[in-house]
């Protein structure tokens, strides 16, 4: 399977921006999906996760109530919404599959997206 992120680009603080991560080659309909980003500097880190079902989302703490992650099984494509974004949410966002339905950490990822930087600017 491949996945494609998109959306990333250069906004104010506060503003709001789109991922979107659309896998092909296979269906991963029935996996768990998830974004991380890796700051210039920083290790990377989890962002949000979603089960196979869409349900079972959970967020890293430096974004819960922020950021949105859902998913369109039909068109195998995964968004994260971002919202009041900070300069601190600067960084490369990644998406990723996991081998696992529901549970999305680092060792169960099957494949990484290239990554889309986004740019957050005060």
């Known amino acids: 399977v491949q996945l494609q992120a998109s959306g990333g680009g250069l906004v104010q603080a506060g503003g709001s921006l789109r991922l979107s991560c659309a896998a092909s080659?296979?269906?991963?309909?029935?996996?768990?999906m998830g974004w991380f980003r890796q700051a210039p500097g920083k290790e990377r880190e989890f962002v949000a996760r979603?089960?196979?079902?869409?349900?079972?989302?959970s967020y890293a703490d430096s974004v819960k109530g922020r950021f949105t992650i859902s998913r369109d099984r039909a068109k195998d494509t995964v968004y994260l919404q971002m919202n009041s974004l900070r300069p601190e949410d600067t960084a490369v966002y990644y998406c990723?599959?996991?081998?696992?339905?529901?549970?999305?950490?680092?060792?169960?990822?099957?494949?990484w997206g290239r990554g889309t930087l986004v740019t957050v600017s005060s």
């Open positions: 979603i089960g196979w079902n869409g349900g079972g989302t």
């Open positions: 080659g296979r269906t991963v309909s029935n996996n768990a």
């Open positions: 990723a599959v996991s081998r696992h339905a529901m549970a999305v950490v680092t060792s169960y990822i099957s494949t």
